[in-house]
């Protein structure tokens, strides 16, 4: 027997017995109640669905002061505990109308209106759960995990919601393994065997509680390395995993922690006279106390009535971590708010008031209420509630023991960005208070650049050094970039520093030498300017073109001096000037030269009598030619 699943049923009862008690809501209506047991199982679920809808075979009822319904034995539903049982369920409530509120059914395929329509939850859709962790594991920098899931409806369509959240994310998954109980020894051989080999330190466990159990057991059989657990909210929460120290560490996703005034010594308040009325309770109370209450069994005690429920530590009375055990009990609250809003006005209810399933399931869409215990309580179009999550941490507590601890949130409620947030210490497996540490490649450094490997997920990648004139100043960038112009990298290739300005400074040795020779040389050609213009007169200076002789003196002057300007700091107009002034100056110079050196030749070219070539190469065309080339290397380029 599931203790945990029977507080639940007695949960609800619980709620009924207590909505009965109040005159604020269904004043002077008694409601009933028949809980059928579906064992988890499919099959079972629909046997139980068929009862629902005839009457048929409850496991224990108070039906005594219910009114009649006009269409279904049960005009509602509150269950089934698993995703695949309430499909089932769901599929065989629709056609009659019949309202399903489940408190632990978190399939997201559940949401779809048009194949279950009577359908609501006060669990949060597994869509919201899938995405919450896919954050989380982002968050905590892991980027290369495994998966494993139960192959169920509750395994498959929760594990594809998240790894479509976790691509989103730039999570790869290195396996993503499916195992369900039922299924031969060796397939849980097998998997266990991934696990052991894969490089994957973070594994996300999108299971059922016996399935991870199982799983944790055949591990145990042999040597595995150091597992951080990713756990769904399915065992996370689960008090028989705080007996498995292989889970210390476990980080997961559960409901909120909640308090139910009363329940407890509702739990308690029960009697061997009490429990024989039931068959579910008879059987709970011989398998806790180890006696017969009916005496029929062999070789086991009589129940004495000395038994004592109080001294009993099970999942039955430990109302320590009511989580689950709240959402049945506001499943039970919608229901009769429905049904209130149906029957009574603002002043009375209408008791002889007959309504068909349908009605409350109308009604289920409206509803918006506070629980007494501070809850609230209302559906989306889809039937679902919004989405708040504790982060919950499998630590160790002083005396050794394993407990839950709530280290965080997630919770739809809060402005976008801020939905999850975590707010204490977490402890890691192996207790260690640092973040295990699960990439397939580890970061790029500054100065390198990633190259995915080839046939591998984009989270392998080797790191390559930039190209030269490259930079890289940030971790895993996919490209370098390129420094400025006036830029190169430094040594590690992570900045970029900007070049060194080297030049001529005038107390350097070269630049004296340089200095004094083009002083020198400028001087002597002025001082050959000087002899020339003095005897500009004579027949030698002017039979060699007193002219052009000046403007090759005066552009050689200039040549010398040109020489000056690429000495000291350099400056935006010195480097303009420099280059243009000596490549103009330097080609009048040629220019000079290249006019007298025509006529030279020219001159002896010409030697028979009555030739006239040299009127061609008079003057005028020196300085033509002279004039033409400086304007060419004067103007401006493209």
């Not at 498959?156 to 299924?183: D, H, P, S, W």
């Not at 399935?211 to 990713?230: F, G, H, N, S, Y």
């Not at 004495?304 to 049945?328: C, F, H, K, M, W």
């Not at 509803?367 to 179009?381: E, I």
Request: aromatic letters at 10%; charged letters at 20%.
């Amino acid at each position: 027997m599931d203790f945990r699943q029977l507080r639940f049923a007695r949960a609800m009862e619980f709620t009924i017995c207590e909505i009965n008690n109040r005159s604020d809501l269904l004043p002077d209506i008694t409601l009933g109640y028949q809980i059928y047991d579906s064992c988890s199982d499919v099959q079972m679920a629909i046997k139980v669905a068929l009862q629902c809808e005839n009457g048929l075979d409850p496991v224990f009822n108070d039906t005594s002061s219910c009114f009649k319904s006009a269409a279904a034995t049960v005009p509602a539903v509150v269950g089934d505990s698993t995703s695949s049982a309430s499909i089932s369920m769901a599929r065989m409530f629709g056609p009659f109308g019949i309202p399903q509120v489940s408190h632990s059914a978190t399939c997201a395929c559940l949401t779809d209106k048009n194949q279950f329509p009577t359908f609501f939850r006060t669990v949060p859709s597994d869509q919201h759960q899938a995405a919450a962790l896919a954050r989380m594991v982002k968050y905590f920098g892991w980027t290369w995990i495994g998966a494993v899931r139960s192959d169920t409806d509750y395994g498959n369509y929760g594990m594809t919601a998240f790894l479509k959240a976790a691509q989103e994310e730039g999570i790869c998954v290195e396996y993503c393994e499916a195992y369900v109980r039922t299924q031969p020894r060796s397939k849980l051989e097998s998997l266990a065997d991934v696990i052991r080999r894969s490089s994957s330190r973070v594994i996300v466990a999108f299971l059922h509680a016996p399935d991870m159990k199982c799983i944790t057991e055949e591990l145990a059989r042999k040597p595995v390395p150091p597992i951080q657990w990713i756990a769904s909210q399915s065992w996370i929460i689960h008090p028989d995993f705080l007996k498995i120290n292989m889970c210390a560490g476990a980080l997961g996703f559960g409901f909120p922690r909640s308090v139910i005034p009363s329940l407890r010594e509702f739990l308690l308040h029960l009697s061997p006279e009490k429990a024989l009325k039931s068959p579910l309770l008879t059987e709970f109370w011989e398998s806790s106390f180890s006696c017969s209450l009916k005496g029929s069994s062999k070789g086991v005690r009589q129940c004495d009535g000395s038994e004592d429920i109080r001294a009993l530590q099970n999942p039955y009375t430990d109302t320590s971590q009511l989580r689950t055990t709240n959402l049945v009990y506001k499943a039970t609250y919608a229901i009769a708010h429905a049904i209130h809003g149906i029957i009574c006005n603002e002043t009375q209810c209408d008791k002889t008031i007959t309504f068909a399933p349908w009605q409350i399931q109308h009604q289920l869409k409206r509803v918006n209420f506070t629980t007494k215990n501070g809850y609230r309580v209302n559906f989306d179009s889809s039937g679902d509630p919004e989405a708040v999550y504790e982060l919950i941490n499998l630590q160790f507590k002083k005396d050794g023991a394993l407990d839950f601890v709530t280290v965080g949130y997630y919770d739809t409620t809060k402005p976008r960005g801020q939905e999850f947030k975590v707010t204490s210490a977490v402890s890691w497996f192996g207790g260690q208070n640092e973040v295990p540490v699960s990439v397939c490649s580890e970061s790029c450094p500054p100065g390198t650049r990633k190259a995915v490997q080839k046939g591998r997920p984009v989270c392998c990648y080797d790191c390559i050094p930039c190209a030269e004139g490259e930079i890289s100043n940030k971790t895993d960038l996919l490209d370098c970039l390129r420094c400025p112009p006036e830029f190169w990298p430094n040594s590690m290739q992570d900045s970029c520093l900007p070049k060194p300005v080297e030049f001529l400074s005038w107390d350097d040795t070269l630049a004296i030498i340089l200095t004094v020779f083009s002083i020198t040389g400028a001087f002597m050609s002025v001082c050959v300017t000087a002899v020339f213009y003095k005897h500009r007169t004579s027949p030698i200076v002017r039979a060699n073109n007193s002219e052009l002789s000046f403007l090759l003196l005066f552009s050689l002057t200039l040549c010398f001096l040109c020489s000056l300007t690429f000495i000291g700091r350099p400056s935006e107009w010195s480097c303009t000037l420099r280059h243009t002034t000596f490549g103009i100056t330097f080609v009048l110079c040629i220019s000079c030269v290249l006019g007298k050196t025509v006529v030279v030749l020219m001159a002896f070219r010409t030697t028979l009598p009555g030739s006239n070539v040299m009127k061609w190469f008079g003057p005028p065309q020196q300085r033509l030619i002279v004039l033409s080339f400086t304007l060419i290397q004067a103007l401006p380029g493209p």
